[in-house]
C-alpha cells in the first residue's frame, strides 16, 4: 500500500515559468513533509520541508503548500530554471510514537525544464 | 570531502555470493540509515539506527543485514545475493529526521 503517492512521474516546463510538483499521501499521522532534489549519479539532497501544524512554507524560489484536508502537498518553483531538472521526491514521516520514526518516500517525479 | 561516502559506487556480483556495501560519515550524525531504490519506485528504508547500540528493521530488511562499527560507520550486507536486490542503494544519515543527508549511492548488479 503506497502511503505517499506522486502520481506525475514526468513535468516538463519551460524556464522561467512555474513548476509544480505534486504529492497525495493516505496516512493522517505523518507530522512532517520534505521534499528532496536528486540529479542522477548522485544521492538525494534535502529541498524544502513543511510541518503538518503549517500550510505554507517558503524558501526563495521554492514555496511547499500543505492541505491537511485533501491529505495533498504541492512544491512550487518559481522562475524554473534549467538547473532545476531533476527527479523531485515527496517524503513523510511517521510520527515519533515509540521511537518509530522514519520517512516514506514517494517514486519522485522526473523535472526537465527547458531553455 | 563529502559528509557521506559510500564504497564501492560500484558492483557486479553473481547469485549466491556474500557482499558488504559501507557508509561512512563525517557529520557527527547520530542516526544512520539504509535504503534501495529500484526503478521508478522510491526510496525504501532497508534498515536503520539511532546509534552504536540501537539496529532497527525497516520496511525491507528480509535478505540483509548490518552492522553499526562506530559512531561513523554503517554497513549493509547481503549474506547470499538474489537478481532482485540488484538497486541502488543510498546511505544516509541525519540528527533530526527530517533532514537526511545522503550518500552518492552504490549501484549493485546481481547476476
Known amino acids: 500500500d503506497q502511503q505517499v503517492k506522486q502520481n506525475s512521474p514526468s513535468l516538463s516546463v519551460q524556464e522561467g515559468r512555474i513548476s509544480i510538483l505534486n504529492c497525495d499521501y493516505t496516512n493522517s499521522m505523518f507530522d512532517y513533509f520534505l521534499w528532496y532534489k536528486k540529479y542522477p549519479a548522485e544521492g538525494p539532497t534535502f529541498l524544502i520541508s513543511?510541518?503538518?501544524?503549517?500550510d505554507k512554507n517558503e524558501d526563495g524560489r521554492f514555496t511547499v503548500f500543505l492541505n491537511k484536508s485533501a491529505k495533498h502537498l504541492s512544491l512550487h518553483i518559481v522562475p524554473s530554471q534549467p538547473g532545476d531538472s531533476a527527479v523531485y521526491f515527496c517524503?513523510?514521516?511517521?510520527?515519533?510514537?515509540?521511537?518509530?520514526?522514519?520517512?516514506?518516500f514517494g517514486k519522485g517525479t522526473k523535472l526537465t525544464v527547458n531553455p | 570531502d563529502a559528509d557521506v561516502t559510500q564504497t564501492p559506487r560500484n558492483r557486479i556480483t553473481k547469485t549466491g555470493k556474500r557482499i558488504m556495501l559501507e557508509c561512512s560519515q563525517t557529520?557527527?550524525?547520530?542516526?544512520m540509515y539504509w535504503y534501495r531504490q529500484d526503478p521508478g519506485l522510491g526510496l525504501q528504508l532497508i534498515y536503520y539506527s539511532f546509534d552504536v547500540k540501537d539496529i532497527n528493521k525497516g520496511e525491507i530488511s528480509d535478505g540483509y543485514s548490518v552492522s553499526r562499527q562506530a559512531q561513523a560507520k554503517f554497513s549493509l550486507s547481503l549474506e547470499s545475493a538474489i537478481p532482485n536486490q540488484t538497486a541502488l542503494y543510498f546511505c544516509?544519515?541525519?540528527?533530526?529526521?527530517?533532514?537526511?543527508?545522503f550518500g552518492p549511492g552504490t549501484r549493485l548488479l546481481v547476476l
Open positions: 513543511i510541518s503538518s501544524i503549517k
Open positions: 544516509a544519515t541525519g540528527d533530526l529526521l527530517e533532514t537526511q543527508y
Open positions: 557529520k557527527g550524525h547520530d542516526r
Open positions: 517524503a513523510a514521516r511517521l510520527g515519533t510514537q515509540g521511537g518509530s520514526e522514519k520517512l516514506v
